[in-house]
Nanobody, 123 residues
Framework: QLQACGGGLVQAGGSLRLSCATS????????RAWFRQAPGKEREFVAG????????SYGDSVKDRFTISRDNTKITVYLQMNSLKPEDTAVYYC??????????????????WGQGTQLTVSS
């Protein structure tokens, strides 16, 4: 089970950190990712991190503003979001890849999902 938290209301230009804790499932060996979904839009890849944490990837719209990281001792994945924009407003989901040691940016490749946390960025 994945438990995402940390969302909220923030002004444009502000920062926020999301966390995704793991319980009841294997954490090591699986890549993790953050996706987001705004009303009326498809789920969008935001950031991903390999099982080891040695490699990360980002969606074009968040590059150089967001940073994904993982703490394997705390079995938690983080998403540090800086320079937030109103267009970042969405429900953010953390997810775990279905297959060990694989990475992807496609939602269908991820089998476990957190419940989502709302981020609202005001202008």
């Amino acid at each position: 089970q994945l438990q995402a938290c940390g969302g909220g209301l923030v002004q444009a230009g502000g920062s926020l950190r999301l966390s995704c804790a793991t319980s009841g499932q294997t954490f090591s060996g699986y890549s993790r990712a953050w996706f987001r979904q705004a009303p009326g839009k498809e789920r969008e890849f935001v950031a991903g991190i390999t099982w080891s944490g040695s490699s990360t990837s980002y969606g074009d719209s968040v590059k150089d503003r967001f940073t994904i990281s993982r703490d394997n001792t705390k079995i938690t994945v983080y998403l540090q979001m800086n320079s937030l924009k109103p267009e970042d407003t969405a429900v953010y989901y953390c997810a775990s890849h279905k297959v060990m040691y694989m990475t992807s940016t496609r939602p269908e490749d991820f089998g476990s999902w957190g419940q989502g946390t709302q981020l609202t960025v005001s202008s």
